[in-house]
C-alpha cells in the first residue's frame, strides 16, 4: 500500500510565526514516517512576505507574539485536530517572559489544548540539558536576534541554574536563507568550542540548524542540540513515544537519551 500520511500513529501540532517554514521544514526532516507535523501560524509583525525581516528584529513584536488572544486561538485551532501533542515554534519570547512569565504562558493555554500535552523551545532545551547531564552550556542565537535579546536568553537559562559560558547572535548574514549546516557549523567551530561547553543550543526556530548537529558532535565531542531538534525529541516523549524518539539516529545523541521527568 502507497503511504498516503493518514496512519501516522504521531501527530504534533506545532504553532509557527507567519511567515516562516523553517520549524515545520526541520521537524518534518526529522520525523519519521509514523509521524507527521501539523502547523497552526500567527502573525509576527517583525517578519514581511517571503520571510524577510529586519536585520535585528524588534522586541515588541516578540512580545506580541504571546500575548492573547492570537496565541490563545491558534492553539486552539490546531488542538482541534487530533493530535498528540503540540509545540510552540518560537523561541524569543521565552526569552522576553523569562521563567515565570513562560510558567504562567503553559497555565493560561491549558484550558484550550483539549489535554494534550504542551512545549516549547526553552522548556524543551531545558529537559534535554538535564537528559544530557549538561550544566556548562553555550546558546548561538539567530543573528537577528540582538544583543539585549540574547543576554535575556542567557538570563533565562541561568535562572534554572545553568552555567552560561557563551551566548551571542552568530556573526552569519541575517537573512534565514543565506544561513547554512555549512557555515552554522564554521561559526561553532571556531567561536564556540573554545569554550568547552558540555552542550550548545543552537537557538532560535527559524534558524537553518539540524544538519549540524551529527557532524559537530562526532567532530568536537559535545552535544549539540537545536531549537527543532529538542522540541521534536520532547514533544515524542510528552507524546509517549519514546520508542518513536528512539529511531531517529541521525540527528544527534540527544535521541538516545529519555526526559529526567
Known amino acids: 500500500m502507497i503511504n498516503d500520511g493518514w496512519d501516522a500513529g504521531i501527530r504534533i501540532g506545532v504553532v509557527v510565526p507567519h511567515a516562516d517554514v523553517g520549524p515545520e521544514a526541520e521537524l518534518q526532516a526529522m520525523a519519521p514516517a509514523s509521524v507527521s507535523i501539523h502547523g497552526s501560524r500567527i502573525h509576527f509583525a517583525a517578519m514581511r512576505a517571503g520571510g524577510e525581516m529586519d536585520e535585528k528584529i524588534p522586541h515588541d513584536p516578540v512580545r506580541a507574539f504571546v500575548e492573547p488572544p492570537y496565541l490563545d486561538q491558534a492553539v486552539e485551532l490546531v488542538a482541534a485536530s487530533p493530535l498528540n501533542v503540540l509545540a510552540l515554534g518560537f ?30 523551545t526553552t522548556k524543551a532545551a531545558r529537559a534535554a540539558f538535564h537528559a544530557l547531564g549538561a550544566r556548562k552550556i553555550a546558546i548561538v542565537n539567530p543573528p537577528w536576534f540582538d544583543d539585549l535579546l540574547s543576554e535575556q536568553g542567557a538570563d533565562y537559562f541561568r535562572e534554572f541554574g545553568f552555567d552560561v559560558v557563551h551566548h551571542g547572535p552568530c556573526g552569519l548574514p541575517s537573512n534565514q ?30 534558524i537553518r ?37 528512539a529511531e531517529i539516529t541521525d540527528y544527534g545523541h540527544l535521541f538516545s537519551t529519555t526526559p529526567k521527568s
Not at 557555515?183 to 573554545?194: D, F, G, H, K
Not at 569554550?195 to 527559524?206: H, K, Q, S, W
Not at 558532535?217 to 509517549?240: P, R
Open 91 to 120: 523561541t524569543s519570547s521565552s526569552y522576553v517572559l523569562k521563567a515565570k512569565g513562560e510558567a504562567e504562558l503553559y497555565e493560561r493555554l491549558a484550558p484550550v489544548t483539549r489535554g494534550f500535552p504542551i512545549t516549547g
Open 177 to 206: 536563507k543565506a544561513i547554512t549546516p555549512t557555515n552554522l557549523s564554521a561559526w561553532i567551530r571556531t567561536t564556540v568550542a573554545e569554550r568547552d561547553p558540555d552542550a550548545v543550543l543552537v537557538a532560535g526556530n527559524g
Open 209 to 245: 540548524a539540524v544538519g549540524t548537529i551529527k557532524p559537530l558532535e562526532d567532530e568536537l565531542g559535545f552535544n549539540v542540540v537545536t531549537a527543532n531538534q529538542v522540541l521534536m525529541w520532547h514533544a515524542l516523549h510528552l507524546a509517549d513515544a519514546a520508542h518513536v524518539a
